[in-house]
């Protein structure tokens, strides 16, 4: 593997641990003094510090990737221009279904209830930050696409055939989101995604669909979370006349 992959697999662990120094130290600075809840300021901090991060991380790993525009001349198979908006489309479709199934088979084959920690998570850092959305549909689509189609399933698929270059790179990726009750589902989405990358040939297929899924998924977890809060006040508006 290219040393520059390797600077580039470094930057991104950094970034996954960065907020265990990075958020006690805005603390510690001050920076949050005017929020009284505890609670509300490590979530703030936390937000904040994320989005800058993964900025710098952005910006890092797309200036190292880019001695490969101009060292790499473009596959002579690769997806056309109309073709890859086809497959990102369908690639969309296709993550959805694969994670419903995968969800399925956790529920009835594993007992795994249905609901994830850390979508939740992502959605309550977002209501306290909504800025944080551009963390979660733009720059961790690009990054994890990077480093888990590009460099880490590109090197193992030269060594190793497409199922257990698939099977691992996505495992690891699925590890990394840190939600262990559903590895299988990420798992899967990861599948999806290499998929997508080896059959139009562009990484930025797979960066496109991961975009838009990431996209609707919170859009539909905010929506729904909004219809709750308003549901709650209309039941204590009605509680407090009974």
């Known amino acids: 593997m290219k040393i ?40 703030t901090a936390l937000t904040h510090w994320t989005i800058g991060a993964f900025i710098v991380a952005t910006i890092i790993i797309v200036t190292l990737l880019m001695r490969d525009l101009k060292e790499t001349p473009p596959h002579r198979n690769r997806a056309s221009t109309s073709e890859a908006l086809g497959w990102i489309l369908g690639g969309l479709f296709l993550a959805f279904f694969t994670q419903m199934i995968a969800a399925m088979i956790e529920v009835t084959v594993f007992g795994i209830q249905p609901g994830s920690e850390n979508t939740q998570m992502i959605v309550n850092l977002t209501k306290v930050t909504p800025l944080f959305i551009v963390v979660v549909a733009i720059l961790g689509p690009i990054l994890e696409e990077i480093v888990f ?72 977890q905010l929506s729904v979370t909004k219809l709750q809060e308003k549901f709650e006040q209309i039941q204590g508006f009605i509680g407090g006349f009974l």
Request: hydrophobic share 60%; aromatic share 16%; glycine share 4%.
């Open 149 to 220: 189609r590009y460099v880490l399933f590109g090197a193992l698929r030269k060594k190793l055939n497409f199922l257990f270059s698939a099977l691992i790179s996505s495992f690891i990726f699925a590890i990394v989101h840190q939600d262990f009750a559903h590895l299988l589902v990420y798992t899967s989405m990861g599948f999806v995604f290499a998929f997508l990358y080896v059959k139009t040939k562009r990484i930025i297929v797979p960066i496109f669909a991961h975009m838009l899924m990431n996209a609707l998924v919170m859009l539909m």
């Open 4 to 43: 520059r992959y390797w600077w580039i697999l470094l930057t991104y662990v950094i970034l996954q641990f960065s907020s265990m120094l990075g958020v006690p130290l805005l603390i510690k600075l001050g920076v949050y003094d005017s929020i009284s809840n505890s609670k509300l300021m490590v979530s």
